[in-house]
């Protein structure tokens, strides 16, 4: 299984970037799909998740209105648009799958309950 994302780059405070993760290995489909993020010194934290189906998104409080999940299950790819973006986004956004097992399952928010990660792409704000 392999998480490969890419996107992340340098860009301006209140700007836009677009994130993208592209998967292969897996039954892409079967699959939930979430975003972390790290910055040096502290934990991975929960950015966004959204259901295998695309029907369902899910949030952190910090990025809600901000943030935009997507998924497109077609492609196997998986994305995030990032607006309005200050320095306090600046982290290592890495994407994660988290198998289905049931069908009444939901997209976790904890990072232990995702089962595949990618290596992550960088995010920069500057003020």
């Known amino acids: 299984v392999q998480l490969q994302a890419s996107g992340g780059g340098l860009v301006q405070a209140g700007g836009s970037l677009r994130l993208s993760c592209a998967a292969s290995?897996?039954?892409?489909?079967?699959?939930?799909m979430g975003w972390f993020r790290q910055t040096p010194g502290k934990e991975r934290e929960f950015v966004a998740a959204?259901?295998?189906?695309?029907?369902?998104?899910y949030y952190a409080d910090s990025v809600k209105g901000q943030f935009t999940i997507s998924r497109d299950n077609a492609k196997n790819m998986v994305f995030l648009q990032m607006n309005r973006l200050n320095p306090e986004d600046t982290a290592v956004y890495y994407c994660?799958?988290?198998?289905?097992?049931?069908?009444?399952?939901?997209?976790?928010?904890?990072?232990?309950?995702?089962?595949?990660w990618g290596q992550g792409t960088l995010v920069t704000v500057s003020s």
């Open positions: 959204i259901s295998y189906n695309g029907r369902s998104t």
């Open positions: 290995g897996l039954f892409f489909a079967s699959n939930h």
């Open positions: 994660a799958g988290q198998k289905r097992r049931t069908v009444i399952s939901i997209p976790a928010t904890r990072e232990e309950e995702y089962d595949y």
